[in-house]
């Protein structure tokens, strides 16, 4: 019995460790981007001590990149209305060539500059602005921003060495380690095996408690309790151990708590959301100081299921006049010319479960867009004012009355209403609480 128990224990530990492996290399798994993105910014450090090629004040070029630049050009690839201009240094012929360009780039294109004239046409001849008071240093400035702002991973270090920028770009790189999805698959699967081998452990525990004694005894003579009786020995025993349960019961929490949030996140977040917009687009400028009609730009409201956002060429019937030169302007020329629509970021969206239609609730139920949008006429940015929940719907359906005038259809279900029910005739009662209705 006493070697046995050592046997068991032999086992156990034996698990016990590959158990603690795996914990170990999960915790492992957590730390090594840590640590190789703190070799990054180490080495970056290093190249930092070098003197700056480029010799630009980064925190100047910030401020004038910022006034003068960055309504059309970002720091990182995106074509705003003119190209990203992460590796502009790399790109343009030389650093003379861009303080040319950026003064006066009409002029370098009209020089016949071979590259001038390259992205001057694959910008379909957009005119960038000249910026003639722009000193070799203002503009040496700019670009050391750009090379910093480009590399995040490292953004305090100025790097502006053609040879410093490559090592810091590839610290960079390294530092983002394996795409995110992959981690987390990874971490997943850990998850699960780690799970399995719990509950592997736990069977064995009581397996061998159950089985062994008889192995041991050998000669055929039952030391212990039958079979079945260790069996069910070790099962409750296991149960009744206090860490197992409470590790169990604390599994328990996580999960369900971790479910309630996702719950209350999928029902109200939305409301208040008020993502920023491509263009400064402005309602209260449009639509509140200007009076444009909702229906001008949104004609589907009283046609269909959607209101629709308009066309770029809806507002060049009035900036192929107004304002011409805005930058934010310049962006609906730059999507038209680009043939590319205006990338309008979606403030209200139903889950595509649910079946909601403009026409119904504005036209035939004479319902007002500020009782479910709130007064955008006075928004800057669209915000989301009411939650879209199917309790929001459902509520309104209740206490809303029919809109039945001018409308013999209704007249009939008024009149029949009427026998039944000294209530006024709801949304409800036509039929506004069936679950197809709304659903498909
Ligand atoms: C009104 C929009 C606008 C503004 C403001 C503007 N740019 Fe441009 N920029 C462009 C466009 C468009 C191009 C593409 C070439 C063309 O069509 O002229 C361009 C091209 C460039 C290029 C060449 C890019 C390449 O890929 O070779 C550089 C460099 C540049 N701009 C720097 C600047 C700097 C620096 C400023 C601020 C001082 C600035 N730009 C302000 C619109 C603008
Ligand atoms: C000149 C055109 C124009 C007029 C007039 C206008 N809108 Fe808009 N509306 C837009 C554009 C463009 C967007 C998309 C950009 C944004 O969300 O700001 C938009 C977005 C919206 C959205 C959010 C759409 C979404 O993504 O969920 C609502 C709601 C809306 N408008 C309601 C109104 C109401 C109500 C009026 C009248 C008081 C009105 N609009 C008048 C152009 C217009
Ligand atoms: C019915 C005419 C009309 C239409 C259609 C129209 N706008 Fe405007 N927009 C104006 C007026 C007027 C101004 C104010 C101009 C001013 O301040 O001098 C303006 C100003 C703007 C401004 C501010 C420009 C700045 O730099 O001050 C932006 C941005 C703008 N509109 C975007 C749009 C967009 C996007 C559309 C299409 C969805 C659109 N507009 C459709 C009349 C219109
Ligand atoms: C009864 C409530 C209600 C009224 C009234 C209402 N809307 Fe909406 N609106 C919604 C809902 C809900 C959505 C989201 C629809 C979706 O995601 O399918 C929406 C979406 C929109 C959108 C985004 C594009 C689209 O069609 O999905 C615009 C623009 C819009 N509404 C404009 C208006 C305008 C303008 C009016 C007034 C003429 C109006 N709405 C009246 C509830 C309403
Ligand atoms: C502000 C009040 C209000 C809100 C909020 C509202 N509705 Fe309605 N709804 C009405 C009215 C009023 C009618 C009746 C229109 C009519 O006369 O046919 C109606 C009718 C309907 C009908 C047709 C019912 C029938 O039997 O013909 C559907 C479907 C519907 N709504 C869906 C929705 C959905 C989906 C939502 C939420 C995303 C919603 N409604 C939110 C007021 C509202
Ligand atoms: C007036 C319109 C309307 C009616 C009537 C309606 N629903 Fe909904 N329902 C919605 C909308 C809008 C959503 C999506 C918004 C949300 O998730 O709260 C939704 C979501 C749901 C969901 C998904 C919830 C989730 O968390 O994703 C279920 C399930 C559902 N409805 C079942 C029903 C049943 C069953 C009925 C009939 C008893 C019914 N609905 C009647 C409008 C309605």
């Not at 032999?10 to 590959?18: D, E, F, G, Y």
């Not at 500059?113 to 070799?136: E, G, H, W």
């Not at 062994?212 to 260790?230: E, I, M, Y």
């Not at 996580?254 to 687009?281: H, M, R, W």
Request: proline share 3%.
């Amino acid at each position: 019995m006493v070697v046995n128990s050592i046997n068991t224990t032999n086992k156990m530990s034996r698990l016990s460790t590959v158990y603690g492996v795996f914990a170990l290399s999960l915790a492992l798994l957590f730390s090594s981007g840590q640590s190789i993105a703190q070799d990054s910014t180490a080495a970056a450090g290093a190249t930092a001590a070098a003197p700056a090629a480029g010799g630009g004040d980064a925190e100047k070029g910030k401020a004038i990149f910022a006034n003068n630049c960055a309504q059309c050009h970002a720091v990182t690839d995106e074509v705003i209305v003119g190209p990203g201009l992460k590796g502009i240094r790399e790109r343009a012929p030389s650093i003379e060539w861009l303080h040319k360009w950026i003064r006066n780039s009409s002029s370098l294109i009209a020089s016949g500059d071979a590259y001038a004239n390259q992205v001057y046409n694959k910008f379909n001849k957009v005119q960038m602005s000249s910026y003639p008071n722009l000193t070799d240093a203002d503009i040496d400035g700019i670009l050391a921003y750009v090379d910093e702002a480009s590399k995040p991973v490292v953004a305090s270090v100025v790097a502006t060495g053609d040879q410093g920028g490559a090592t810091v770009a590839q610290g960079g790189a390294v530092a983002s380690g394996p795409s995110e999805l992959f981690t987390f698959v990874l971490v997943g699967l850990l998850v699960v095996m780690l799970l399995v081998l719990g509950v592997l452990l736990i069977i064995v525990t009581i397996l061998s408690k159950a089985v062994t004694p008889v192995a041991v005894s050998g000669d055929g003579t039952q030391l212990a309790a039958p079979f079945s009786q260790r069996l069910k020995d070790g099962l409750s025993s296991t149960f009744n151990n206090s860490t197992l349960r409470s590790v169990v019961i604390w599994l328990f929490l996580l999960v369900a708590t971790k479910e309630s949030i996702d719950g209350l996140f999928s029902i109200g977040i939305q409301q208040g959301y008020a993502p920023k917009q491509p263009i400064a687009y402005s309602h209260k400028l449009h639509a509140g100081q200007y009076k444009i009609d909702c229906n001008y730009c949104h004609v589907g409201v009283n046609k269909g299921k959607s209101a629709t956002i308009p066309a770029a060429n809806v507002c060049m019937n009035c900036h192929g006049v107004i304002k011409k030169e805005s930058p934010e302007i310049q962006k609906i020329y730059a999507a038209i010319e680009e043939n590319r629509p205006i990338e309008w970021v979606r403030v209200h969206n139903l889950p595509d479960l649910a079946y909601f239609n403009h026409a119904q609730h504005v036209n035939v139920g004479n319902v007002q867009c500020t009782t479910c949008h709130g007064e955008i006429e006075k928004m800057e940015v669209v915000e989301q004012r009411s939650s879209l929940t199917m309790g929001w719907c459902i509520d309104c359906h209740r206490k809303t009355e029919v809109n039945a005038k001018d409308n013999a259809y209704y007249d009939k279900l008024v009149a029949l209403h009427g026998k039944e029910s000294k209530e006024p005739l709801k949304v409800a009662n036509i039929g506004g609480l069936e679950c197809s209705k709304c659903h498909y």
